[in-house]
Protein backbone atom coordinates (compact mmCIF):
# COMPACT_ATOMS: atom_id res chain seq x y z
CA UNK A 1 0.00 0.00 0.00
CA UNK A 2 2.84 2.13 0.38
CA UNK A 3 4.81 2.17 -2.59
CA UNK A 4 9.04 4.22 -2.28
CA UNK A 5 10.95 5.01 -5.58
CA UNK A 6 13.29 7.75 -6.97
CA UNK A 7 16.52 6.46 -4.99
CA UNK A 8 19.75 5.83 -6.76
CA UNK A 9 23.23 6.84 -7.27
CA UNK A 10 24.37 10.40 -6.45
CA UNK A 11 27.59 11.99 -5.67
CA UNK A 12 28.64 13.29 -2.38
CA UNK A 13 26.95 16.90 -2.00
CA UNK A 14 24.13 16.50 -4.91
CA UNK A 15 20.80 16.21 -3.98
CA UNK A 16 18.11 13.21 -4.31
CA UNK A 17 14.05 13.44 -3.86
CA UNK A 18 12.77 10.10 -2.93
CA UNK A 19 8.94 9.53 -2.96
CA UNK A 20 6.93 7.52 -1.58
CA UNK A 21 2.60 6.90 -3.12
CA UNK A 22 -0.05 4.96 -1.00
CA UNK A 23 -2.25 3.30 -2.65
CA UNK A 24 -5.69 1.06 -1.71
CA UNK A 25 -6.25 3.24 0.91
CA UNK A 26 -5.79 7.26 1.85
CA UNK A 27 -3.06 8.19 4.42
CA UNK A 28 -4.10 11.77 4.61
CA UNK A 29 -5.11 11.69 8.59
CA UNK A 30 -1.89 9.67 9.63
CA UNK A 31 1.51 11.37 10.50
CA UNK A 32 4.27 10.04 7.52
CA UNK A 33 7.94 8.81 8.27
CA UNK A 34 10.74 8.16 6.51
CA UNK A 35 13.55 5.95 8.22
CA UNK A 36 16.68 4.12 6.84
CA UNK A 37 18.82 1.22 7.75
CA UNK A 38 22.63 0.95 6.13
CA UNK A 39 24.27 -2.36 5.71
CA UNK A 40 24.88 -4.05 8.85
CA UNK A 41 22.73 -1.69 11.21
CA UNK A 42 19.41 -0.85 12.63
CA UNK A 43 16.90 0.86 11.21
CA UNK A 44 17.03 4.43 12.01
CA UNK A 45 14.73 7.40 12.08
CA UNK A 46 15.25 10.12 9.35
CA UNK A 47 12.00 12.31 9.02
CA UNK A 48 8.26 13.17 9.95
CA UNK A 49 5.20 15.28 8.95
CA UNK A 50 2.34 15.76 10.63
CA UNK A 51 -1.32 14.84 8.98
CA UNK A 52 -1.64 18.45 7.92
CA UNK A 53 2.06 18.76 6.97
CA UNK A 54 2.33 21.43 9.21
CA UNK A 55 4.99 20.05 11.96
CA UNK A 56 8.00 18.15 11.24
CA UNK A 57 10.24 16.24 12.73
CA UNK A 58 14.16 15.55 12.16
CA UNK A 59 16.94 13.44 14.46
CA UNK A 60 20.33 16.20 13.99
CA UNK A 61 22.11 14.11 11.46
CA UNK A 62 19.49 15.44 8.64
CA UNK A 63 18.24 18.76 10.04
CA UNK A 64 19.31 21.11 7.79
CA UNK A 65 20.00 18.85 4.71
CA UNK A 66 16.48 16.62 4.94
CA UNK A 67 13.02 18.07 3.78
CA UNK A 68 9.83 15.99 4.16
CA UNK A 69 6.69 17.33 2.90
CA UNK A 70 3.21 15.85 1.74
CA UNK A 71 0.47 16.13 -1.04
CA UNK A 72 -2.47 14.72 0.61
CA UNK A 73 -4.31 15.29 -2.66
CA UNK A 74 -1.95 13.01 -4.20
CA UNK A 75 -1.48 10.42 -1.86
CA UNK A 76 2.59 11.04 -1.92
CA UNK A 77 5.08 11.99 0.33
CA UNK A 78 8.19 13.02 -0.02
CA UNK A 79 12.08 13.66 1.34
CA UNK A 80 14.14 15.95 -0.80
CA UNK A 81 17.30 15.41 0.27
CA UNK A 82 20.63 18.13 -0.17
CA UNK A 83 24.42 17.67 0.62
CA UNK A 84 24.13 14.12 0.73
CA UNK A 85 26.75 12.48 2.16
CA UNK A 86 28.65 8.97 2.16
CA UNK A 87 27.20 8.07 5.49
CA UNK A 88 23.31 8.86 4.11
CA UNK A 89 24.01 5.50 2.15
CA UNK A 90 21.10 2.75 2.85
CA UNK A 91 17.59 2.05 1.91
CA UNK A 92 14.97 4.21 2.90
CA UNK A 93 11.69 3.01 4.07
CA UNK A 94 8.45 5.04 4.05
CA UNK A 95 5.59 4.45 7.14
CA UNK A 96 2.42 5.87 8.15
CA UNK A 97 1.50 6.29 11.69
CA UNK A 98 -1.92 6.73 12.65
CA UNK A 99 -0.72 9.01 15.66
CA UNK A 100 -1.16 12.12 13.27
CA UNK A 101 1.88 13.72 14.70
CA UNK A 102 5.46 13.07 13.83
CA UNK A 103 6.60 10.32 15.29
CA UNK A 104 10.25 9.28 15.47
CA UNK A 105 9.18 5.49 16.85
CA UNK A 106 9.03 2.69 14.68
CA UNK A 107 6.41 1.13 16.88
CA UNK A 108 3.88 4.02 16.33
CA UNK A 109 3.92 3.30 12.13
CA UNK A 110 1.48 0.34 11.24
CA UNK A 111 2.24 0.62 7.44
CA UNK A 112 5.55 0.41 5.93
CA UNK A 113 6.48 0.46 2.01
CA UNK A 114 9.03 -1.54 0.51
CA UNK A 115 12.06 0.48 0.65
CA UNK A 116 14.08 2.83 -1.78
CA UNK A 117 18.13 2.54 -2.40
CA UNK A 118 20.19 6.03 -1.90
CA UNK A 119 23.58 5.72 -2.55
CA UNK A 120 26.13 8.36 -2.16
CA UNK A 121 29.34 7.76 -3.47
CA UNK A 122 32.29 9.76 -2.49
Known amino acids: QLQASGGGLVQAGGSLRVSCAAS????????MGWFRQAPGKEREFVAA????????YYPDSVKGRFTISRDNAKNTVYLQMNSLRPEDTAVYYC?????????????????WGQGTLVTVSS
Open 95 to 111: AASPEMRPTEYESEYDY
Open 49 to 56: VSWSGRST
Open 24 to 31: GRTFSSYA
